[in-house]
């Protein structure tokens, strides 16, 4: 039986909605697919992303932590060297206190001129020597020669000469004591009280610091 022109139009309009139908799901279906694969990819990146500024921050915050420790050291540093500097300057004051305090009305400054000349004959042991000294001390010196010659070759079994250079006297600004030296000037012993004063500091700059600053903990041996 022939169709009529109306159903044959009815088939077809039937076709195209079920065509439509198909095309609007698999449209659908496309949409869901490629949304899917979007939000894969978004919440790939994103996670790409944050690790990338979580890695940065870690990486800023490990160098912002470096430069607090360089410039605490670099503080610790500073303060220690002040420390120190102030440590030696007032070791200085001290010792330059004493230097004003040589000699200054010492009841035995005759006796002690002649205690450091024979010491550093002692310690030269030359048939000849220069000496030099204050111009004030020369005229004790004058008188104490003798006593110092027979003590000296009582001691050693040695006779010595002793010139006392005039030209050349020591600075009245010392408090005492006196240089001897060869006559070629190859040996020197400087004992004036100034460099006896020095020596000894040298000495016993441990047991100073001990007794100004207390025991350094970090200190295993002393000099």
Known sequence: MALSDADVKKQIKHMMAFIEQEANEKADEIDAKAEEEFNIEKGRLV?????????????????????????????????????????????????????????????????????????????????????????????????MLPDIYSIYKKKTNMDVIITIDHNNYLSPEISGGAELLTPDGKIFISNTLESRLDMMARQMMPEIRCALFGANANRKFLD
């Open 47 to 143: 996670q790409s992303q944050r690790l990338k500024i979580m890695e940065h921050f870690e990486k800023k915050e490990k160098q912002i932590e470096q430069q607090k420790k360089i410039q605490m050291s670099n503080l610790m540093n500073q303060a220690r060297l002040k420390v120190l500097k102030a440590r030696e300057d007032l070791i200085q004051d001290l010792l330059d206190e004493a230097r004003r305090r040589l000699g200054r009305g010492s009841q035995h400054a005759t006796q002690l001129l002649h205690h450091l000349v024979l010491q550093s004959l002692f310690q030269l042991l030359e048939p000849k020597v220069v000496l030099r000294c204050r111009k004030d001390d020369s005229k004790h010196l004058d008188k």
